[in-house]
């Protein structure tokens, strides 16, 4: 006997141990072994917090696409792992020591401290697979990766190698974004911009020469003027032209510099001058290659003012003020910026000060201001591994949905700069690249091959360090779909298993993962790495604003699933995963998913009530009830709208339309039109409707099975325990509904119309405030043989079910009544005496001319461009929503007003 209600809680840990025992996640089961592979990788989660909604949302959607294939008979292989999240983790690393009062990192040494990091790896990765499996996940567990473990390692280190020997990559002193905090080199895509309000400060700086004759620049950021090269003009600025190669005198510092011509400066800004600092600003730096200026790097690596022993800032550095200067020695970047502009206005060369807001990067992780600095990094050339990603999408070997993010995907390949892979940190891949006494590199896979090529060199043993720089995380992810499969060995996986299928990712890591996987699977696989790369939108709050600490909107996942069941979360997130569109996640909308799952539970439970149990050899073709093969008809195109909503990435049809067929068409006709049959007689017409909704069961918990799998998979055993043995006892292995279901044009037409009949009777009895019980008459106008012998095999449920006085046939439709148009036929109801239809048309016009009111006002707002740049998008939006409603109530009181009028 199925338990009263379905308690998630009770259920979903008991199944989940019924799946690893018989390990039926697992790739290349030996009934498998021929059947075709199907591959997804997961996006590895860091292994530095828990599971968030993206999270939850990235995997359902995984999910949904590893059962249902696995149940069409694929040999799934859904690879799990783990990202070691450099940064992240060693931040995480060492907040935990600072609040637990212990060394920091630089004091107890490297090898300790990757010891505590590697602890911290352990309890992190142990609690975010635990909550993935929470929800669901059906990965290959036995299968999980490390981007540090062993095999992952080797084959970083190989692709390192490998790139170097073909010249791809090298080692160059360039400027890098630099996070004073972290002491490390971090990319462009990990330095977020934000709007500051600060000063434009203008200094005068003399020109050699002319006593008491200046040239004016602004800067934003006075203190790097101590490392100032040049100042340049715009070639055709007639107010510079004749100090174009003569020099000006750097205030504090005495330094003779360059005035040179340069289309960087813009004549129309400012003063039509700008300093250049080489060392200090990424446009000042390339100025600086054109023009052969000299590299001056006045900061240490945190941002303090280092000038003492700098032989590039003491080059040329003279005067009465360079004790001034020096004396900045070791300040903060902030604060030497305040005594620079104090000394400046005490010389009488500050000029002025102007408010200005304006743009300055941050790192994304430490959140401090990032400076533009001079180091030497190692990068990747990955323009010609850019040109074979570009061109795999162009022709269609991979593909985007939606397939607007080829574009994004574009415009970075498009625009690519070489990719600085080294960070100065100690958790990561270390660089397999060794330095003699020279700083000659040797890069090798390891210190004896290193020696190798250094003894080679040298003639003898030389004493070799090795680099302490770890790589970027990015570079062992991207070769993730790849090396998790055994690579570099030849492995029966990599062989199997590779190219994958489909990536599922979210548009904010197409640069940061989606381009670098492309890149690396086609230069070492010669093959993409995957066929479909599925973007999914972000999930928001209810209001759509974006999730976040400070707003105090996060939801959680893990306490969703705790209140309403892991099902209830999957499928919410299902549902409202349109193509496109962001999430706008209400808990009121998991609630009602969760009543789904009740509904479908007393579903089963009202068939096992009434005996409705499997039969063996049950051939739903074989149905001779009328109401039994529509319900088997719905059933076969059911099956089509989830398989073509799920193969096209369409999971919010998918979801809609297995919701609709179970709710609307199994629970609420169905069972509903089937209760006299089951409350009658014994005999053929009660056992063939039993075994067909048993057999509908069954087939319901097939078709939810990839959104819902805890409830189905509890329901499939509890179903399983009645009638015959299963030849699948566990529904994750069992078939997905076959496409060549029975399908009956007749059965549908027929209870089609009893459907569609009793709703429109119901709609305009609600829209034309009939009281909820009051019996009204039915007049069918004008109707067809087909119809009227509809109307005698289904009279007695038409009167219940819509709350009939009576049905009777009339040529011509009665005056005061509401007309209705059913499959082309036309229904009235006469309602004079039963409500005011006089007062019920006033009512809805008065209605409509409000809602009329609400459209206008906000379509003044939307078009007002004002509003649209200074609301948040979330207003913006609901605005929409607003609008959308409205517009849906008028169409819905139009055609209330239609047939109030009998139009």
């Known amino acids: 006997m199925m338990d009263k209600t379905f308690d998630p809680a009770a259920v979903e840990a008991r199944i989940a141990a019924r799946w690893e025992e018989a390990e039926a996640f697992r790739a290349g089961r030996p009934e498998r072994r021929d059947a075709e592979p199907f591959t997804i990788v997961i996006p590895p989660p860091n292994v530095t917090g828990s599971l968030h909604m993206g999270h939850a949302l990235n995997n359902t959607v995984q999910d949904i696409l590893c059962r249902f294939e696995r149940m069409r008979g694929k040999d799934v292989l859904w690879q799990p792992g783990t990202d070691h999240a450099g940064i992240a983790t060693q931040m995480v690393v060492e907040r935990r020591l600072a609040a637990e009062n212990r060394s920091d990192r630089r004091t107890m040494g490297r090898e300790a401290f990757l010891a505590e990091v590697w602890k911290q790896k352990e309890e992190s990765e142990q609690t975010i697979l635990n909550q993935l499996k929470r929800i669901g996940a059906s990965c290959d567990w036995s299968r999980t990766r490390f981007t540090m473990d062993e095999g992952l390692s080797a084959a970083v280190l190989k692709v390192f190698v490998d790139l170097h020997a073909e010249g791809l990559i090298y080692r160059d002193k360039r400027l890098v974004n630099w996070d004073p905090k972290f002491q490390t080199a971090i990319s462009d895509l990990e330095v977020q911009q934000v709007e500051v309000k600060g000063s434009l400060w203008h200094f005068r700086y003399p020109i050699e020469g002319e006593p008491g004759r200046f040239i004016t620049v602004a800067t934003t950021r006075p203190e790097t003027m101590l490392g100032d090269a040049a100042v340049a003009v715009h070639p055709d600025d007639e107010r510079y032209r004749d100090l174009v190669g003569r020099f000006a005198v750097l205030p504090l510092v005495g330094r003779r510099i360059s005035i040179v011509a340069d289309d960087y400066s813009d004549p129309e800004k400012g003063s039509g ?18 023009h052969s200026l000299p590299l001056i790097n006045i900061f240490d690596p945190e941002a303090r003012i280092a000038l003492e022993g700098n032989e590039a800032f003491l080059a040329g550095a003279s005067g009465d003020d360079l004790p001034v200067a020096l004396a900045l020695q070791g300040l903060d970047r902030f604060e030497a910026r305040k005594r620079v502009v104090a000394l400046m206005d005490e010389r009488g060369l500050l000029a002025d000060i102007q408010p200005n807001a304006h743009a300055v990067p941050h790192g994304d992780r430490s959140g401090v201001v990032v400076e533009p600095y001079l180091t030497d990094q190692w990068y990747v050339n990955v323009k010609p591994l850019a040109e074979r990603a570009m061109a795999a999408v162009r022709e269609g070997k991979t593909r985007f949905v939606p397939e607007n993010w080829e574009k994004t995907y574009f415009q970075w390949l498009e625009n690519i700069e070489p990719w600085c892979v080294s960070r100065q940190l100690w958790w990561g891949h270390q660089i397999p690249a060794w330095y003699d006494a020279d700083g000659t590199a040797f890069v090798a896979m390891s210190e004896a091959d290193a020696q190798a090529q250094a003894r080679a060199k040298h003639g003898r043993d030389v004493t070799l360090t090795r680099d302490p720089d770890v790589l970027d995380t990015w570079f062992s992810s991207a070769l993730w779909p790849f090396s998790t499969l055994g690579w570099p060995d030849a492995t029966p996986e990599v062989k199997r298993y590779y190219p994958t299928n489909v990536l599922v990712t979210g548009f904010d890591i197409i640069f940061f993962w989606v381009a670098r996987m492309m890149m690396a699977g086609l230069h070492f696989m010669d093959e993409v790495p995957f066929r479909d790369v599925y973007i999914h939108a972000l999930v928001r709050d209810e209001k759509g604003a974006k999730m976040s600490k400070s707003k105090g909107n996060v939801i959680d996942p893990l306490q969703l699933t705790e209140q309403y069941g892991a099902d209830a979360l999957r499928f919410t997130l299902a549902a ?15 609630e009602g998913y ?9 579903a089963a439970r009202f068939a096992e009530m009434n005996g409705c149990v499997r039969v063996a050899g049950f051939d739903p073709a074989a149905a001779e009830g009328t109401l039994n093969r529509w319900a088997l008809t719905e059933a076969a195109r059911a099956v089509d709208e989830v398989t073509a909503g799920i193969t096209s990435y369409r999971f919010n049809e998918a979801a809609g339309a297995a919701y609709r067929f179970v709710w609307n068409v199994f629970c609420d006709w169905y069972l509903e039109l089937s209760k006299p049959v089951l409350q009658g007689e014994d005999g053929p017409a009660k056992d063939e409707a039993r075994a067909t909704i048993a057999h509908l069961l069954d087939l319901i918990c097939k078709l939810l099975h990839p959104f819902m799998p805890f409830l189905t998979e509890e329901l499939w ?26 399908r009956d044009p007749e059965a549908e037409a027929e209870i089609g119309w009893v459907v569609d009949l009793v709703t429109e009777i119901r709609s305009a009895r609600q829209e034309t405030n009939v009281p909820a019980g009051a019996q009204i008459p039915l007049q069918l106008v004008g109707a067809s043989p087909a119809t009227r012998e509809r109307v005698e095999r289904w009279g007695d449920v038409l009167r219940r079910l819509a709350r009939l006085s009576d049905i009777a046939f009339t040529e011509a439709a009665p005056k005061a009544s509401v007309q209705l148009i059913v499959r082309g036929e036309t229904a009235a109801l006469p309602l004079e005496g039963v409500v005011d239809l006089a007062a019920e048309t006033a009512r809805l016009s008065k209605e409509r001319g409000k809602l009329e009111g609400d459209v206008a006002k906000i379509n003044a707002k939307l078009g007002n461009a004002d509003f649209l740049a200074r609301a948040p998008e979330e207003v913006v939006d609901e605005q929409r929503e607003r609008r959308d409603e409205a517009t849906g109530r008028i169409a819905k009181i139009d055609e209330a007003l239609r047939r109030l009028r009998g139009e």
């Open 594 to 602: 969760r009543n789904f799952a009740t509904k479908i539970w007393n």
């Open 576 to 590: 409202m995963a349109a193509q496109g569109r962001d999430i706008k996640l209400a808990i009121s909308r998991v």
């Open 717 to 742: 055993a509890a179903k399983g325990a009645e009638g015959p043995a299963r030849d699948e006892p566990l529904l994750t292995l069992s078939r997905w509904p076959a496409a060549d279901l029975p």
């Open 273 to 290: 001058a700008v300093k250049i600092t080489p060392a200090h600003d990424f446009n000042d730096f390339e100025v600086g290659r054109r």
